[in-house]
């Protein structure tokens, strides 16, 4: 192939990307046979360390070559593009776990694909021409090939803005940013090379290494800090259309020219990422569900359209007015089921006990992605995928991982009891039920004590989100139980909370449960009202449901038949989230409040009419959203 060249020279295996004329824009090709390199100098005793670079000397490597990508996707072929950003990732992945040091000299462009080229080995040199990016978002996709990882780890808030600005780095910031590790004048760079070749000493690359002065970026950090900081763009928005200032016209500027679903979800993926648990595989997995999803539902083959094709540079962006809801976010980076990125890595071997409403779809989800799950439930019940087991203990032996989804704290007590000795040592035992933080505690004394990891991580987000896999875990127990359960959180989940201690996540659930029973009566209170103030009961959901009213009852739990989205009301009130299990939620909020001498005054009134509905007038059975026809039944005259 002429456009990259591979030879050992000396000690140095010399990967040289030659096709200047084009910027040295990497093609798929070009990325395998990167990859067949790697792979086969892994054990050649030939090679002790890679050296990456390129001619000339306007570009590393301006990117992937995204034609082809746009050629194929305007047909409705998503997958040769999933299967080219797939292939890289899995490159990008093994260049940063390479056994031997990877050292990369990086002039001029280094952008996007060239970063996960050169920006992952263990020495990235610049020079006095670099220029390093993520221009992601100005062509409707979000900073990927791993790079999300470098932005989450960049000081302060400089990875929002670096991802959704695309603002360039010269060799200073791109030190300062994480993306580089030294700098060395350019004119060095061959006598450089030809000593690494001749003795395989990398200690030599700093040993050249020059100090920096601060770049621009690094001196405007606390402006980036300032405005960066808030939870969603449009609060990046908000405070920069606030100032007058030439930072805020600047950025905003930038940030007008770019996709508003990319810089959204930007700015999500590294808040999901940032914390102590980041790895360069979790990047890769949240990056990949933007990227597996971009030309179906984002905004990149109208970005590559006016960045190359038709070259106007007026993209029609969805959300051109900036307004990105959070459920565009969401759906962009759901997890992806049996289509999530593979790395090369194993599945874990999980237990699953409870196979109900919500235990069966999570099952599905770890099967789908790859692991080895082994349910038991003991109504019989099963779920795609998963390996039945006769018993609880049969169910968790070997496993790397047991979680358990059952109705109530007694329950899961006798379960752990029998599972916790059959469980192997190190193994992590997860809760997912909803308990009282009393036997949460109790089960976490009981593992640690076996020697096992363990955590209470209930979930919100219903049967909907148990399906969907975007459950948000609310997680209690060790740094260390939190960090192995957390990849199948990523899996059955779009969040996962680290809260606290042992228990922690059961004392944020059932705050949750409470505010949730609450919203449900209070929905189906203004619906019954409404049925009598002759408002129908379609208008009255496009109203609160974009209103000051708003809620998940109401938006994606609709209480109202045939109004908003699916949910049991369709289903003539088959749980979904049964009604006692709320008054049980309820009753440990209430358990909890009379503890702590809380006053939960609305708290107690809603648990009084969910005990009064489930033990008194046949709502056991029914979904907790049944409410709604249990009010306007009584609103006909009982008492
Ligand atoms: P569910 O009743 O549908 O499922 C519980 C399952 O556990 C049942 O299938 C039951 O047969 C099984 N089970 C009972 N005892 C068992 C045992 N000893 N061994 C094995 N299996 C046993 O309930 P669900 O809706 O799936 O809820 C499960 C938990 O999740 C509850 O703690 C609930 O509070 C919580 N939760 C539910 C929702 C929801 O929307 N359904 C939402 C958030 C949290």
Known sequence: ??????????????????????????????????????NAWTHDDAVALVILDAEGDRAFCSGGDIAELYATGTKGNY????????????????????????????????MGGGVGIGCHGSHRIVGDTSQIAMPECGIGLVPDVGGSLMLALAPGRLGEYLGTT???????DAIYAGFADHYIPEAGWPALIAELEATADVQRVAARSVATVPGPLQTAQPDIDRHFHGAALSDILTTLRGEDSDFARDTLKRLGRNSPLS?????????????????????????????????EHGDFLEGIRAAIIDKDRAPKWQFADQNVPATAVSKMLMPLGDMALKLGGTGMKI??????????????????????????????????????????????????????????????????????PAMAAGAVLIDCSTVDVESARAVAAQAE????????????????????????????????????????????????????????????KICNNMILGVTMIATCEAFALADKLGLDRQKMFDVVSTSSGYSWSMNAYCPAPSVGPQSPADNDYQPGFAAELMLKDLGLSQQAAAAVDADTTMGAMAAELYRRFVEDEDGRGQDFSAMLPRLMARGHGQS
């Open 1 to 38: 192939m002429t456009d990259i060249s591979i030879r050992i020279t000396g000690r140095a295996g010399r990967i040289t990307l030659q096709r200047p004329e084009a910027l040295n824009a990497m093609t798929y090709d070009m990325c395998l046979a990167i990859e067949a390199a790697l």
């Open 79 to 110: 997958t040769y593009g999933q299967k080219f950003w797939a292939d890289e990732y899995r490159l990008n992945h093994k260049i940063f776990h390479y056994p031997k040091p990877v050292v990369s000299f990086l002039q001029g462009f280094t």
């Open 166 to 172: 695309a603002a360039r780095m010269n060799a200073s």
């Open 263 to 295: 810089m959204a979800c930007t700015i999500e993926a590294l808040h999901r990422l940032r914390g102590p648990s980041l790895t360069l595989e979790k990047a890769l997995d949240l990056e990949y569900r933007f990227t597996a999803r971009s030309m």
């Open 351 to 420: 237990g699953f006990v409870g196979l109900g409403n919500m235990g069966a779809p999570m099952a599905a989800n770890l099967a789908k992605a790859g692991h080895a799950v082994t349910g038991f439930d003991v109504a019989g019940t099963t779920a795609p995928g998963v390996a039945q087991a006769d018993s609880a203990v049969q169910a968790v032996q070997d496993a790397d991982a047991v979680i358990t989804m059952l109705p109530n704290g007694d329950i899961l007590r006798r379960v752990a009891g029998d599972v916790i």
């Open 449 to 508: 004590a076996a020697g096992l990891l363990s955590v209470d991580a209930p979930v919100s987000g219903g049967i909907g989100g148990a399906a969907g896999g975007t459950l948000t875990f609310m997680a209690g127990g060790s740094a260390a139980a939190f960090a192995k359960a957390e990849p199948l959180f990523d899996i059955m989940g779009q969040k996962a909370v680290h809260c606290g201690d042992a228990g922690a996540g059961q004392a944020a």
